[in-house]
């Protein structure tokens, strides 16, 4: 069955179609190289139009960061970023920092061969430019007391448009915006630096990215690190009220699990709902930053699961959940607060063009309202989340393309993969890399135990044996025994 089902997918789809080849363009980086180290900065630039001739290129930034091997390998390591919009850079001040961290990360893999950075097309420092700076504004203006639901929407609505009129005026459609003209232009990078092969290393969303590559560019791809894994069978929108049951569930199981918590938090299911209960029936008001500029958070059943979630999304908060959860259902919410997610759509390092794009394409607008309403009736009252969802909103306004429906279809590949998930992550689950896994026969998957999302970021076992598996294209069966331990919790 699992051959027929591989042989089946592996032709669904015929191969990418040839296109004139890309150049490296070479130019000055935007960051610091630190001493000891060498990187080549320059731009690639791709079709504007994937679907039909072209009528302009689009210049992709692209930064490679050099190994430090007299003769490095001739497959680098290309990096996918999640989002989508995002930028594996960073914007303004913040791309120093974070390049600190990326020449820290990929030592590892540099000791042999070289990683490539890039910004996606719309993205960043990337053309077009997709940013909808109306919305940025409305997410960075301060206000002292939380606007109505009603009043926000109105302001989003005005906002959206005005992007929405920007992105066509500027010539652009939402086709131009896709996973799979991502994963073409991931690939005319890596023609343009004259890589035969690479190895992928996607987090997040571009895991999606990195798999839509697989499926259409098999041959060129030596090997892959999926980290948080999104395939492009599943729908986030249809599964949000499973993922915030299943990733609550494994807090309550884990500290029921743990002496020292379970004596410390006796029900903690039970104070959670006592705490879900009483936000439902009687939102509050709780302030949050400094004395000089005060501001308050308004905070409902929906807002304190959100935020809860969101701790666990971000990982290293983990051991501290069960007080977190025991504070709030003794009404003292003042540190749940500064989880909250923020109201607004707007986000500075998000090109909310392209996000919307993407988003719209490929998981609002394809989602089946009759699933997600069934699932909000079997996994309550995580169905609360979805009742006030900004992307129908935003999806109602949005220009978007349809998306093609072999798009969703399980990615068959032989290539060898190294997907990694944490336990904690109520984004991109384990069990989404299962599936993935289900139809890659040469992947491995790790599972971190008390890691939330994005693990490459904050363990670092999980980046040694990123590397290892790019080095060697398998594993040993020991591979992060500490993987397995469960989170130990703080006391009150």
């Not at 669904?12 to 180290?37: I, M, N, Q, S, Y």
């Not at 390092?349 to 909000?376: Q, Y």
């Amino acid at each position: 069955m699992a051959a027929a089902l591989l042989a089946t997918l592996l032709a669904a789809l015929a191969p990418a179609p040839a296109r004139a080849e890309a150049r490296f363009v070479p130019g000055p980086c935007w960051f610091t190289v630190p001493d000891g180290e060498a990187a080549l900065c320059g731009t690639v630039a791709v079709p504007d139009r994937r679907d039909r001739p072209a009528t302009r290129a689009f210049r992709l930034p692209v930064a490679v960061l050099l190994s430090t091997a007299k003769q490095p390998a001739p497959d680098p390591v290309l990096f996918i970023e999640g989002g989508p919009g995002a930028s594996p850079f960073g914007a303004g001040e913040a791309v120093e920092e974070r390049m600190e961290a990326w020449w820290e990360l990929s030592a590892p893999f540099r000791r042999t061969r070289n990683l490539v950075l890039f910004d996606p097309r719309g993205v960043g420092r990337a053309e077009p430019d997709t940013d909808c700076p109306d919305l940025d504004v409305l997410g960075a203006s301060p206000r002292p007391r939380p606007v109505s639901r009603e009043r926000r929407a109105a302001l989003e609505r005005a906002a959206v448009a005005a992007c929405a009129d920007r992105f066509k005026a500027a010539g652009l459609d939402s086709a131009m915006f896709t996973t799979p003209v991502a994963a073409d232009d991931a690939m005319d990078i890596a023609t343009a630096l004259g890589a035969q092969r690479v190895n992928l290393f996607a987090v997040s969303y571009g895991t999606r990215v990195a798999l839509e590559a697989m499926r259409r560019y098999g041959p060129r791809v030596r090997t892959a690190v999926l980290d948080s894994v999104y395939p492009p069978d599943v729908n986030a929108v249809e599964d949000a009220p499973w993922l915030g049951s299943r990733a609550f569930r494994r807090l309550f199981d884990d500290c029921a699990g743990n002496r020292a918590c379970r004596a410390a938090y006796p029900d903690l299911e039970g104070r959670f709902q006592t705490m879900v209960e009483r936000l439902e029936k009687a939102p509050v008001d709780v302030p949050v930053g400094d004395a000089a500029v005060p501001l308050a958070v308004r905070l409902d059943s929906a807002g304190a699961m959100a935020a809860l979630l969101e701790a666990m999304a971000e990982g290293d908060p983990v051991p501290r959940l069960p007080a977190l959860v025991d504070r709030a259902a003794r009404g003292r919410y003042e540190r749940l607060a500064h989880w909250v997610p923020a109201p607004w759509l707007g986000d500075p390092d998000t090109a909310e063009g392209v996000a919307f794009s993407i988003e719209c394409r490929e998981t609002i607008n394809p989602a089946d309202p009759v699933k997600l309403a069934e699932n909000a009736r079997r996994f309550p009252p995580f169905g609360a989340m979805s009742t006030d969802d900004p992307g129908r909103r935003v999806c109602a306004q949005w220009p978007a393309a349809a998306q093609e429906a072999a798009e969703r279809l399980p990615v068959a590949s032989p290539v060898p993969v190294l997907l990694l998930s944490g336990a904690y992550d109520p984004l991109t689950p384990p069990e989404w890399a299962e599936r993935a896994a289900s139809t890659l026969p040469k992947s491995r998957h790790l599972v971190f135990r008390s890691a939330g999302h994005l693990v490459s970021g904050s363990e670092d076992c999980a980046t040694a044996v990123a590397a290892q598996f790019v080095e060697q294209e398998s594993l040993p069966p020991n591979a992060c025994p500490n993987a397995a331990k469960p989170p130990g919790f703080e006391g009150p």
